[in-house]
């Protein structure tokens, strides 16, 4: 089945600064998205983003389907922006319509 | 907004007991998915279905069956719960076949004693 490997693994930020979070897989996608794990366990959404740019707030996304990778930028961070971050895609070859995840950055932003 | 919504967030039940989890969502949605997720082995799908009465095993239904009788409701059921279903259920729902958007619900903290 279709690969999905996020970087990095983890990674510590001051408040403030900004991150770039990346999502490499492995086959064509018809579907792609970006989610955030609030301390509950919930995942939110971020961005439905199979491919082009998006922009919401501080956080934008680019997803460059030919060349198989995303990327979820994050600006000005805040604590509230702490959790672990997802990347989960469809592939186009198989036809299975569920989400295949990676195993998610985790953020701790600190003040 | 899309709602999904799980029926109960923390249940504690024994080895042996049948165990219910509801997921219904208010979207219309053709498609609806059970993931559970734990720590080091990431999300891992179990079941989904797209449409009423049909279902499709994901990567690990063993010890586990589903039901949608109702398109807004999919149920996952554990016949006779283990301790090694200890986890966190999330469902999802979305539609418009493979390219539709997934939302996911609150999450269900099973612990099996």
């Known amino acids: 089945g279709i690969q999905v490997e996020q970087s990095p693994p983890d990674l510590i930020l001051q408040e403030g600064a900004n991150s770039t979070l990346r999502c490499n897989f492995s086959?064509?996608?018809?579907?792609l998205q970006w989610f955030h794990q609030n301390p509950w366990g919930q995942l939110i959404n971020l961005f439905y983003i199979p491919s082009g740019t998006k922009q919401n707030g501080r956080l934008s996304a680019t997803t460059v389907a030919t060349e198989r990778y995303s990327l979820l930028y994050i600006s000005s961070s805040q604590t509230t922006d702490s959790g672990v971050y997802f990347c989960?895609?469809?592939?186009?070859?198989?036809?299975?319509?569920?989400?295949?995840f990676g195993s998610g950055t985790r953020l701790q932003v600190q003040p | 907004d899309v709602k999904v919504t799980q029926s109960s967030r923390y249940l504690v039940k024994r080895t042996g007991e049948k165990v219910f989890l509801e997921c219904v969502q208010d979207?219309?949605?053709?498609?609806m998915f059970w993931y559970r997720q734990d720590p080091g082995l990431g999300l891992r799908l179990i079941y989904f279905s797209y449409d009423v009465k049909m279902k499709e095993k994901g990567d690990i239904p063993e010890g586990y069956s589903v039901s949608r009788e109702k398109k807004e409701r999919f149920s996952l059921i554990l016949e006779s719960a283990s301790t090694n279903q200890t986890s966190m259920y999330l469902c999802?729902?979305?539609?418009?076949?493979?390219?539709?958007?997934?939302?996911f619900g609150e999450g269900s903290r099973l612990t099996v004693l």
């Open positions: 999802a729902s979305g539609g418009s076949g493979a390219t539709g958007e997934l939302f």
């Open positions: 979207m219309d949605h053709e498609n």
């Open positions: 989960a895609v469809v592939s186009r070859d198989t036809g299975r319509r569920a989400l295949t």
């Open positions: 086959d064509s996608v018809n579907n």
